[in-house]
């Protein structure tokens, strides 16, 4: 029995195949047609599909609590924020759903942090290019292009800069300033990684110029980039930290996590019915337990390293432009071809693959995917490339 599509709200193109199962690297839609999965769910599914520890985390939690409201402490709420506060150096966390919603929390506490601490400074230095998320608020504080004018009037309070412009930041930082926030590898954008050294550098200016340093590591967070965080690349630790995507292994789960001086909230200030439940909360510590072992976060490192050096090949091959990124997230600059027709193409030819500009294709597949599900890709991306 196939169910209608007619009342699925479009809201985006969707290719007409109805997913119906998964299993690590592969999906299968509802006629038996079988996927290599580059994409896994928009760099979610951290362990692949239905990895074995994210279905007996949310079995064992699902027979012992799975909601108990946010009002009361939870145990599996407990762990995962110590797991984060490990993880990340900081120290105290606010779970949630969605990236954007950590983003939304992120802003809020930065203005509650400038409040307090300097003088009612509310407004957040971005980057062109960037992406924060689809609320009002977060879609102002996005740098993507044809963001601008829409459903006004527009959350203000934020200021864009171009990525890598230290300059820049330095000059649009004034006495409303509050913080600067950036994704370590701009992921929606097509791949751009902000640099270690410009990090590094934004890191002091913050400090120096006494304001507040917000990553955005929804995508890069959660060993993508083949660290558990992004920003560990450049041995900094920022005041805010935000992650979803990958931390929920599949499940909608997000974190704010901040320093114990920044995290100012008083009662009342932030909440939300689901947040802090301990069924998604007990996945992300299966999940957050998987990645941060050092011989999964090497094994990202080393398949990353290869799929970069596969790319590199098969673009020298054929005339094609740069790879960028880092771990398992990388993007191919194609010359001569329609990102998107590729992407079409490749989606007939059995391969999941996402393109973010028209041209560039992103990578992001498991990160338990094997060396063999990247040359598998890679045959089947050269097919869909075509001659
Ligand atoms: C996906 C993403 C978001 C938004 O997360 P949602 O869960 O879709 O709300 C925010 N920032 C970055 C960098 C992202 O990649």
Not at 19 to 31: E, F, N, T
Not at 67 to 81: D, G, I, T, V
Not at 242 to 248: I, M, P, Q, R, S
Not at 251 to 256: E, G, H, N, R, T
Request: hydrophobic share 45%.
């Amino acid at each position: 029995m196939s169910a209608s599509l007619d009342h699925v709200m479009r809201i985006t193109e969707r290719p007409s195949p109805v997913m119906v199962k998964g299993a690590g690297s592969w999906l299968w839609d509802r006629d038996g047609k079988r996927y290599l999965d580059f994409v896994q769910g928009w760099a979610v599914n951290a362990l692949g599909h239905s990895p074995r520890v994210v279905l007996d985390a949310l079995s064992a939690q699902g027979e012992r609590l799975i909601s108990c409201s946010p009002a009361y402490y939870n145990e599996p709420m407990a762990r995962l924020a110590a797991l984060l506060a490990q993880a990340s150096g900081l120290d105290q966390i606010f779970l949630c759903n969605s990236g954007a919603e950590a983003n939304e929390g992120a802003i809020k506490l930065a203005r509650k942090w400038g409040g307090r601490h300097r003088d009612g400074a509310y407004e957040i230095i971005t980057m062109h290019g960037s992406f924060h998320g689809r609320t009002l608020a977060t879609m102002a504080a996005s740098g993507k292009p044809g963001w601008d004018d829409i459903f006004p009037p527009k959350v203000h309070g934020f200021r864009k800069v171009p990525l890598g412009d230290l300059g820049a930041v330095a000059a649009a930082i004034s006495s409303r300033t509050v913080a600067v926030m950036l994704e370590p590898i701009q992921g929606e954008a097509g791949v751009y990684p902000a640099g270690d050294d410009y990090l590094r550098a934004l890191s002091a200016l913050t400090k120096e110029r006494g304001i507040l340093l917000i990553a955005d590591e929804i995508q890069t967070g959660i060993g993508r980039t083949g660290r558990f965080f992004g920003f560990q690349h450049a041995g900094i630790t920022p005041d805010i930290v935000t992650v979803g995507k990958g931390l929920g292994g599949g499940v909608p789960l997000a974190a704010l996590i901040a320093s114990g001086p920044v995290s100012c909230f008083e009662y009342g200030d932030q909440g939300g019915t689901f947040n802090g439940n301990p069924l998604m909360a007990a996945v992300g510590c299966a999940v957050v337990e998987a990645v941060a072992r050092p011989e999964f976060l090497e094994s990202v490192v080393s398949n990353g390293t290869y799929l970069m050096a596969r790319l590199r090949a098969l673009a020298a091959e054929q005339g094609h432009g740069e790879v960028r990124g880092r771990g398992l997230l990388q993007a191919l600059a194609l010359k001569g071809k329609d990102a998107k027709k590729v992407s079409a193409a490749a989606l007939d030819n059995g391969l999941l693959v996402n393109a973010p500009r028209p041209d560039s294709l992103r990578f992001m597949p498991a990160l338990t995917v094997s060396r063999d599900e990247i040359d598998e890709m890679l045959k089947l991306l050269t097919v869909s490339l075509g001659a």
